[in-house]
């Protein structure tokens, strides 16, 4: 029994993870002409966020995306060259350097916001606050887990 109930959620977590960037990326690219890949909109969603925190170098936007350095710049040539990012030298620290979201950025940006504010209410429309409670505290768990592995 335990057997097939570990089967089962692996089942499930494949599924999910693939039907979540399936979805997102057929939703996102429809409403973006194809201009732009999923990865490079998360890349934008990091900048987003790194401006919440007033953290937008370069160096911190690449670790939050468990991604290189290099393997950052070379998203953000393209994403500058079709104009969603500004790379500007930081004023105080000229080795350092920040990414900012254009117009046409921030736009891609809450676009995607919505597809998950869409997706989160979804999903709870129809469930109590304790299956709320108990989503919220299994999905941590797994959380958890893929951030220490």
């Given at each position: 029994?335990?057997?097939?109930?570990?089967?089962?959620?692996?089942?499930?977590?494949?599924?999910?993870?693939?039907?979540?960037?399936?979805?997102?990326?057929?939703?996102?690219?429809?409403?973006?002409?194809?201009?732009?890949?999923?990865?490079?909109?998360?890349?934008?969603?990091?900048?987003?966020?790194?401006?919440?925190?007033?953290?937008?170098?370069?160096?911190?936007?690449?670790?939050?995306?468990?991604?290189?350095?290099?393997?950052?710049?070379?998203?953000?040539?393209?994403?500058?060259?079709?104009?969603?990012?500004?790379?500007?030298?930081?004023?105080?620290?000229?080795?350092?350097?920040?990414?900012?979201?254009?117009?046409?950025?921030?736009?891609?940006?809450?676009?995607?916001?919505?597809?998950h504010k869409q997706m989160v209410d979804e999903i709870m429309k129809d469930l109590s606050v304790?299956?709320?409670?108990?989503?919220?505290?299994?999905?941590?768990?797994?959380?958890?887990?893929?951030?220490?592995?």
């Amino acid at each position: 029994m335990v057997d097939d109930t570990k089967k089962l959620l692996n089942e499930v977590l494949v599924k999910l993870f693939n039907k979540i960037l399936f979805n997102e990326e057929k939703s996102l690219l429809k409403l973006m002409n194809n201009d732009i890949s999923i990865h490079d909109i998360h890349i934008l969603e990091a900048i987003s966020l790194g401006e919440e925190k007033d953290d937008v170098s370069a160096n911190t936007i690449a670790k939050s995306l468990n991604i290189t350095a290099g393997t950052l710049t070379t998203a953000i040539k393209k994403l500058e060259k079709k104009g969603y990012v500004i790379r500007r030298q930081d004023d105080i620290d000229k080795r350092k350097v920040n990414l900012i979201l254009t117009k046409k950025g921030e736009n891609v940006n809450t676009k995607h916001e919505n597809f998950h504010k869409q997706m989160v209410d979804e999903i709870m429309k129809d469930l109590s606050v304790n299956d709320e409670m108990v989503l919220l505290i299994m999905l941590e768990k797994i959380l958890k887990y893929f951030e220490i592995n």
